[in-house]
């Protein structure tokens, strides 16, 4: 405002153009004194400065390097769910938008099904050595993207319902284009963890590094359509089924604890 006045052929001063009152200007400034001070802003400002003191004298984690297959190796056959065709590759600008260190798309069928073809499940899954470089996308956004609307979604405890004792949380969605619809499950694993809420999985992803020096995980995603005549109940049985059968298999793509 100042540089701004020296070509105004207008002569004033900075404080008439900025139409300020400085009246009293010194006893406003001293009622300072009168504000108390607050003991909860003290705290907190001691509790940051004593947070980042820890961290900067921390010892460094040990980085634990998680040994693990390719996906190249996943199994073609799990369970009565065997491959059908061959593995999907994305489109360059996907998968650079994806930012995986691997990943793995395929389609599974159950011979045993009337139409197999309609009983079909995609499994879908990305690996990140170090997700701070990239990790935990949310489906929720990648889907709307790619034309697809979230008709309902929510964040469950599926372990009951597949006989787990352990929780086992993941997204339950229900997704259409049109017409056509189906049941996704989609989950990220973080060191052993079946995490749900992509901000539960940012926030272990720091507390992890921290600790124990470890920055990997995997989105995962199970989807499946709902057929003419067919309910999203009977549907979503097909992706319990083929999530059992993963139970064993993905251990060895995505490292636990």
Same mark, same amino acid.
């Given at each position: 405002?100042?540089? $701004?006045?020296?070509?105004?052929? *207008?002569?004033?001063? /900075?404080?008439?153009?900025?139409?300020?009152?400085?009246?009293? /200007?010194?006893?406003?400034?001293?009622?300072?004194? /009168?504000?108390?001070?607050? *003991?909860?802003?003290?705290?907190?400002?001691?509790?940051?400065? #004593?947070?980042?003191? @820890?961290?900067?004298?921390?010892?460094?984690?040990?980085?634990?390097?998680?040994? *693990?297959?390719?996906?190249?190796?996943?199994?073609?056959? $799990?369970?009565?769910?065997?491959?059908?065709?061959?593995?999907?590759?994305?489109?360059?600008?996907?998968?650079?938008?994806?930012?995986?260190?691997?990943?793995?798309?395929?389609?599974?069928?159950?011979?045993?099904?009337?139409? +197999?073809?309609?009983?079909?499940?995609?499994?879908?899954?990305?690996?990140?050595?170090?997700?701070?470089?990239? #990790?935990?996308?949310?489906?929720?956004?990648?889907?709307? #993207?790619?034309?697809?609307?979230?008709?309902?979604?929510?964040?469950?405890?599926?372990? +009951?319902?597949?006989?787990?004792?352990?929780?086992?949380?993941?997204?339950?969605?229900?997704?259409?284009?049109?017409? %056509? *619809? $189906?049941?996704? %499950? %989609?989950?990220?694993?973080?060191? #052993?963890?079946?995490?749900?809420?992509?901000? @539960?999985?940012?926030?272990?992803?720091?507390?992890?590094?921290?600790?124990?020096?470890?920055?990997?995980?995997?989105?995962?995603?199970?989807?499946?359509?709902?057929?003419?005549?067919?309910?999203?109940?009977?549907?979503?049985?097909?992706?319990?089924?083929?999530?059992?059968?993963?139970?064993?298999? $993905?251990?060895?793509?995505?490292?636990?604890?």
């Amino acid at each position: 405002a100042w540089l $701004m006045l020296r070509f105004n052929p *207008r002569k004033m001063s /900075l404080t008439e153009a900025l139409d300020l009152d400085t009246t009293d /200007l010194g006893k406003q400034m001293a009622r300072i004194r /009168l504000v108390e001070s607050s *003991r909860g802003m003290i705290l907190g400002a001691v509790l940051m400065v #004593g947070a980042a003191g @820890a961290w900067y004298v921390r010892p460094a984690p040990q980085i634990s390097v998680p040994v *693990r297959e390719s996906f190249a190796t996943f199994p073609t056959r $799990m369970g009565d769910w065997q491959q059908a065709g061959a593995r999907q590759i994305l489109e360059p600008n996907v998968a650079k938008t994806l930012g995986a260190d691997d990943y793995h798309q395929v389609t599974f069928v159950n011979p045993m099904e009337k139409n +197999p073809v309609n009983s079909r499940v995609e499994f879908f899954s990305a690996w990140y050595d170090d997700q701070t470089k990239g #990790g935990t996308h949310s489906p929720e956004i990648c889907l709307p #993207g790619a034309g697809w609307e979230i008709a309902w979604l929510e964040r469950v405890d599926i372990a +009951p319902e597949i006989g787990l004792t352990e929780p086992f949380n993941l997204n339950r969605a229900v997704i259409q284009k049109g017409e %056509y *619809r $189906m049941v996704a %499950y %989609y989950w990220f694993e973080q060191h #052993g963890r079946h995490i749900a809420w992509d901000f @539960a999985a940012k926030f272990w992803l720091l507390w992890d590094g921290f600790t124990i020096g470890r920055t990997d995980g995997a989105l995962v995603r199970l989807i499946t359509p709902i057929n003419q005549g067919e309910t999203e109940k009977q549907a979503e049985e097909r992706l319990k089924t083929m999530l059992v059968e993963t139970l064993d298999v $993905m251990p060895r793509f995505i490292p636990g604890q």
